[in-house]
């Protein structure tokens, strides 16, 4: 199994490898509140940035993600770091650690972004977007 938003609308979808059978799919349709994506590409560190340590502060609490490679059999799940912000419409405080060494803050960054973060350079604003409008129809869905 493989997670990725694949769409880039801010929901985290599932692809799973069936044994001898066609990959499922599973779209994600659940509402959600606000987030925020970071893509990270090493400069001195390793370009994919494996090992990258991310931890965003919010209101008092702490979550923490790794960049990390090779997490399920036969597949590869989204190298991007997704974090869900719930009704906050800003990423308080972004502290990545990256594998050289170097630890880079990022603050008060806008809800439902992605974000690219070249080390050392901080957010490439050049490569940052927001949601996708592309959409896929389900059955049994309303046309927004």
């Known amino acids: 199994?493989?997670?990725?938003?694949?769409?880039?609308?801010?929901?985290?979808?599932?692809?799973?490898?069936?044994?001898?059978?066609?990959?499922?799919?599973?779209y994600n349709t659940a509402?959600?509140?606000?987030?925020?994506?970071?893509?990270?590409v090493g400069v001195k560190s390793n370009r994919a940035a494996l090992g990258a340590v991310v931890t965003l502060e919010q209101g008092g609490d702490k979550h923490e993600r790794e960049v990390r490679s090779g997490d399920g059999y036969i597949s590869?799940?989204?190298l991007r770091l997704h974090f869900g912000l719930g009704k906050s419409s800003r990423a308080e405080?972004?502290?990545?650690?990256?594998?050289?060494?170097l630890v880079e803050t990022l603050s008060d960054l806008p809800s439902n972004q992605y974000y690219v973060v070249r080390e050392?350079?901080?957010?490439?604003?050049?490569?940052?977007?927001?949601?996708?409008?592309?959409?896929?129809?389900?059955?049994?869905?309303?046309?927004?």
Do not use: C
């Open 1 to 26: 199994m493989a997670l990725a938003d694949l769409f880039n609308d801010g929901h985290e979808e599932a692809l799973v490898n069936n044994m001898n059978e066609r990959a499922s799919l599973y």
């Open 76 to 78: 590869q799940s989204d």
């Open 31 to 40: 509402p959600i509140g606000n987030w925020i994506s970071l893509h990270l």
């Open 120 to 144: 050392g350079s901080g957010v490439d604003q050049s490569k940052t977007h927001g949601v996708s409008s592309v959409r896929i129809d389900t059955p049994g869905a309303t046309a927004k």
């Open 93 to 101: 405080k972004i502290v990545i650690r990256w594998p050289s060494g």
